[in-house]
């Protein structure tokens, strides 16, 4: 009953609001970190830019697409086998795929979990869009307002700096975007001479003319006024760029404005919304047109049993917060698939059916939630969608400005491609070979890798300038080279470090650094001596790449 008066309460709100402004007002800034048009660009570049990355292949925007409401779409798939390390079971969860686990020089060492593999975050990654307004960051809150700099320990902005305290972690985390003992003084020395966004595509015009024939040593001078690349500054010039990512164009916006309108079911789905959904979701109430979407709450709704994840009591030690995560903003939801901290809902309406069930795992869900268990029909379920999609951004969903970016190296043709079959051996293995850093001339860290192969049987990797997608059958197995005066054999004569059932072998290459070699396409498989095997021996699948 508390819940329907709170809503008729806002129903009353709603209509005192009609003529309420569309645009929120801008995010306050932190005092020491004014945001500026010169240090928003740099931010930007910053902020899409895989070289930031130990390996180049990971920006912070790679885990913040815009056109997937600022969030994730590689979380759609599974990338993290969950608390129990396995794949395939209950707790599984679509996180953010990262990086190999790598030392300084580029080598990999192999993680328990995901051997030489990309890593994976244990969490889905929250949006960046209006995340301006949270006075807390990250699903625990642990990034707060108060910004320490990394490298001197110290607190440099006491106060809205949320941003600057969450973009502080994932270029040092050797799971997000660094390599282990990464430092940020390492991180601001390894990029202060390069060219911006030079594996980057379709930068956008503004974007383009302020990096034009600039190392990032001439754009923070340029930004801050004074010579010096720091991790302070790397920081908030990321964080000044995030500020200007405000997300109050939506028909939903519109419909408060008195602008725009909603259909019937929206209506419908929209009352619904108030009567179940928004004694958490206030970030949806019509008086935070005044305000900005602000929204700093923690709920224990049931998504897993505390044991998987306990959430925000392990940055408070509060009992009372097992289990709780940040409740994020709606704005986008759409586009934000799949969906709460662990991506194990697929859609809208399996969220809505999750609420309907009040919950899944106790105890202590939060009783909001258990408040809605066996109330929402399946008329409910769908005109409640129907609301929800009325807040997507039109420019969010087509990446237009603010929201315009550049094209990943990532999301490029450039990324080497992995094709045909392997061999099996013992423990019916079949050795899998991977690529995972770009192939750019020059590059010191260019790295190869096989896993899924059992440990200590002598191997060795095969390189050629030209080969064969379809393959040639020989002794067994099909090999994809040329096998002619092109073709190289790298024995490698040390043995296969063991990972979970299986071990992994990887090969650093020195990439040219002319541009007479730009465009040469090179092909690789491995093998192994293993008696088990076809002839007494085992392959790999093949690679392919370009060097550019």
């Not at 292949?57 to 779409?73: K, Y």
């Not at 919304?273 to 935070?288: A, E, N, T």
């Not at 997608?469 to 190289?488: C, D, E, I, K, V």
Request: aromatic letters at 10%; proline letters at 7%; a negative charge.
């Amino acid at each position: 009953m508390r819940i329907l008066t709170v809503a008729d309460a806002l129903l009353c709100l709603l209509a005192a609001s009609a003529t309420a402004q569309v645009n929120f007002p801008a995010p306050t800034d932190p005092i020491g970190n004014a945001t500026t048009p010169a240090k928003a660009l740099l931010g930007k570049a910053l902020f899409w830019d895989e070289q930031l990355s130990s390996s180049r292949t990971m920006a912070c925007g790679t885990c913040h697409i815009f056109r997937n409401g600022g969030s994730d779409p590689r979380s759609n798939a599974v990338t993290h086998p969950g608390p129990d390390g396995v794949f395939g079971t209950a707790d599984d969860i679509h996180g953010s795929p990262g990086l190999v686990q790598q030392d300084s020089a580029g080598n990999y060492p192999g993680s328990t979990t995901f051997g030489i593999r990309p890593q994976s975050t244990g969490r889905k990654a929250p949006s960046v869009i209006n995340a301006a307004y949270e006075n807390e960051l990250f699903w625990d809150g642990r990034a707060t307002s108060t910004f320490f700099d990394p490298s001197t320990g110290l607190p440099v902005l006491t106060n809205n700096a949320a941003l600057e305290s969450q973009a502080s972690g994932p270029p040092q985390s050797d799971v997000e975007m660094g390599h282990m003992g990464r430092s940020w003084n390492s991180i601001a020395f390894d990029i202060t001479n390069l060219q911006p966004l030079a594996l980057a595509e379709n930068i956008p015009a503004n974007l383009a003319a302020f990096i034009a024939g600039q190392s990032y040593r001439s754009l923070f001078q340029s930004a801050f006024g004074s010579a010096g690349v720091t991790a302070k500054r790397i920081i908030f010039a990321i964080a000044a760029y995030q500020r200007t990512l405000i997300s109050d164009q939506t028909r939903y916006d519109a419909f408060l404005a008195g602008t725009g309108t909603l259909s019937p079911s929206e209506q419908r789905g929209f009352s619904l919304f108030l009567q179940f959904c928004i004694i958490c979701h206030l970030d949806l109430l019509p008086s935070s047109q005044q305000t900005g979407p602000a929204l700093n709450d923690y709920r224990k709704i049931g998504v897993r049993p505390d044991s998987d994840d306990q959430g925000r009591f392990a940055i408070t030690g509060n009992q009372f917060e097992l289990g709780m995560f940040k409740v994020p903003q709606l704005r986008n939801v759409e586009l934000r698939a799949p969906y709460f901290h662990n991506g194990s809902k697929p859609d809208l309406s399996s969220v809505m059916n999750f609420y309907n069930r009040g919950g899944e795992f106790g105890p202590n869900i939060d009783p909001n939630v258990q408040f809605m268990a066996g109330q929402i029909s399946a008329q409910d379920n769908a005109e409640l969608v129907d609301f929800m999609l009325t807040l997507t951004d039109p420019r969010v969903q087509q990446e237009l400005a603010p929201f315009d970016r550049p094209s990943l190296y990532s999301e490029s043709s450039r990324v080497p491609q992995i094709f045909g079959t392997g061999t099996a051996g013992s423990l019916g293995l079949i050795p899998t070979a991977t690529v995972e850093t770009p192939p750019f001339l020059g590059n010191t860290k260019f790295r190869v890798g096989m896993d899924n192969a059992p440990s200590s049987m002598p191997v060795f990797l095969l390189l050629d300038f030209a080969g064969s997608t379809t393959g040639m059958p020989l002794l067994g197995q099909t090999f994809y080279l040329t096998f002619n005066a092109t073709t190289q054999f790298i024995g490698l004569t040390a043995p296969l470090s063991a990972s979970p059932g299986a071990g992994s072998a990887s090969q650093g290459l020195a990439l040219p650094v002319t541009n007479m070699f730009a465009g040469l396409p090179i092909f690789g498989q491995w093998l192994l001596l293993d008696a088990a095997g076809p002839s007494g021996i085992t392959s790999s699948n093949a690679f392919r790449f370009s060097l550019f």
